[in-house]
């Protein structure tokens, strides 16, 4: 029982610490552009953290562990191409949409940039991309409430409803109130604790082992050499090469994930997203590695013991348990919790931005007052969490295998669109709508046909072909347009502008 106590004295820092971050954030939130995008006024380190917590979820301390555990190093190609796929986007995308979203009438979401750049009068880009990311963000959430109710159940032998209720609620409170920044600025906490928990665990296993030769030794010996080969330690198949490929176009998914590239839209400057890069992929590359290393060493660990391990996903948590003091293997569990937890409240913020930016204001022929919309910014968040709770109430596996199905529609249907839109004079709004539709429709298709191929390389093809085939097709030159895309340019090449904090 003392056991427990530190334990929950370690949850109970980590749950009151949020709270006080979403506070602070509440206190600097004065409109509804400091709700929505923190007035544009993110630190690089913030946004760099904020970005990677809000993309790994659980997946990371448990998932991408557990992956490695049963089949091996063949399953760290999905790690290997979503680090590709993040560098990328901070290279390619982040300073060009910090900079086009200012430039283009001060868009503060995606679906308010596709309308704003392609001049879209129709308002059918808006309207179609807000509900695109209300459904599916919806259905995300609440996957993520259902992986904290299974946390609560499995690492304390607890009510589910109770964990997924009391997490959701913690969640809900500091994003209700603190919006963007707080969703960010706890980000930032929650990905310091992961990527700590992800080199400390491993470390300390290391050495209860008996040093790395040992650990490499029962490796082979109990899981096979072919665990420690990205090959899977076979002779290279077609299925072989067919499931490296899928893994590695998880990474065009990053181009199209809102509660990502939100980050950039919120950087100082667009000259800040080159040290933004370098600390967020150090970040991913650290983290990831010692998810990568943890599931190998914990093969090791549990043989050396003689333990069966029954579930895989909980190699991280089970190690901690057993290696480390009470207290710190509670603020282990917490980097779990950290996890899960920083993927639902940036998603609750794009939903409210898609609801309220999107869709409300859409609808309303007078503009509401800054005070009317940080308010209704507030009630969708409440709304979006209510929802995704009630469907939660019954774990359902359909919801969580959305994850991965989210994933690729997101990447699939506004990737290439982003990119596009960025980087090609001659994207039209009838190109932009061919692209998104193609893109959606061919992930559902090709989910459908269970092929072996991740949906989201051919349906990322053909929503780009579909996207530059009608916009050829459609093209009027529009010189406001063109100088837009000009002025973009040009914003890029300024320097950096001097920030509060900065050294003179």
Request: with cysteine; glycine share 10%.
């Amino acid at each position: 029982m003392s056991d427990q106590i530190f334990t929950y004295a370690a949850l109970g820092l980590y749950f009151a610490g949020m709270l006080l971050i979403g506070y602070l954030a509440y206190r600097r939130t004065d409109d509804h552009e400091d709700y929505m995008l923190g007035g544009r006024s993110l630190p690089p380190w913030v946004a760099a953290i904020s970005a990677g917590a809000s993309d790994m979820s659980g997946w990371l301390v448990m998932g991408l562990p557990g992956a490695i555990f049963a089949a091996g190093l063949i399953e760290a190609w999905i790690a290997i191409g979503l680090t590709i796929g993040a560098y990328l986007n901070w290279l390619l995308v982040a300073p060009r949409l910090r900079a086009y979203t200012e430039v283009s009438r001060n868009s503060i979401t995606v679906p308010s940039f596709f309308e704003n750049r392609l001049r879209d009068t129709s308002r059918m880009l808006r309207i179609l991309s807000g509900l695109v990311i209300l459904v599916f963000f919806t259905l995300y959430i609440s996957s993520g409430m259902v992986a904290a109710g299974v946390f609560f159940e499995s690492s304390f032998d607890g009510d589910y409803m109770v964990g997924m209720l009391f997490v959701g609620g913690i969640t809900l409170l500091y994003t209700l109130f603190g919006g963007f920044l707080g969703a960010s600025f706890t980000d930032v906490v929650q990905g310091l604790m992961m990527v700590v928990a992800l080199v400390v665990v491993p470390v300390a296993a290391i050495i209860a082992i008996g040093g790395f030769g040992e650990t490499g030794s029962l490796i082979a010996e109990a899981a096979g050499a072919g665990h420690l080969s990205l090959l899977g330690g076979s002779a290279i198949t077609g299925a072989t090469v067919l499931s490296i490929v899928s893994a590695l176009a998880w990474g065009l998914g990053y181009f199209g994930q809102p509660h990502i590239v939100v980050r950039f839209m919120a950087l100082r400057s667009p000259q800040e997203a080159k040290s933004a890069r370098r600390i967020g992929i150090s970040w991913m590359v650290v983290s990831m590695g010692g998810a990568v290393i943890s599931g190998l060493v914990g093969i090791a660990y549990f043989a050396q013991r003689g333990i069966d391990l029954e579930n895989p996903e909980t190699v991280v948590l089970l190690m901690s348990t057993t290696l480390m003091h009470p207290f710190i293997a509670g603020l282990i569990l917490a980097a779990v919790l950290a996890a899960i937890m920083s993927t639902i409240s940036s998603q609750l913020v794009v939903c409210s931005s898609a609801l309220v930016e999107d869709l409300y204001q859409v609808a309303r022929k007078t503009p509401p007052s800054q005070k009317r919309l940080v308010l209704m910014g507030r009630l969708a968040v409440l709304v979006v969490a209510i929802v995704a709770i009630v469907l939660a109430i019954t774990p359902n596996d359909t919801i969580l295998g959305l994850v991965s199905f989210a994933w690729a529609g997101f990447g699939a249907a506004f990737g290439p669109i982003i990119l596009l839109s960025l980087f090609w004079r001659r994207l039209t709004r009838w190109g932009a709508l061919a692209g998104m539709f193609v893109g959606a429709a061919t992930v559902f298709i090709w989910k459908a046909l269970d092929t072996g191929l991740y949906e989201m390389l051919p349906a990322f093809v053909f929503a780009t072909v579909a996207a530059v085939v009608v916009s050829l097709l459609t093209y009027r030159h529009n010189e406001e347009i063109q100088q837009e895309f000009t002025d973009t340019g040009t914003m890029l090449t300024l320097p950096r502008p001097h920030a509060v904090g900065d050294t003179p």
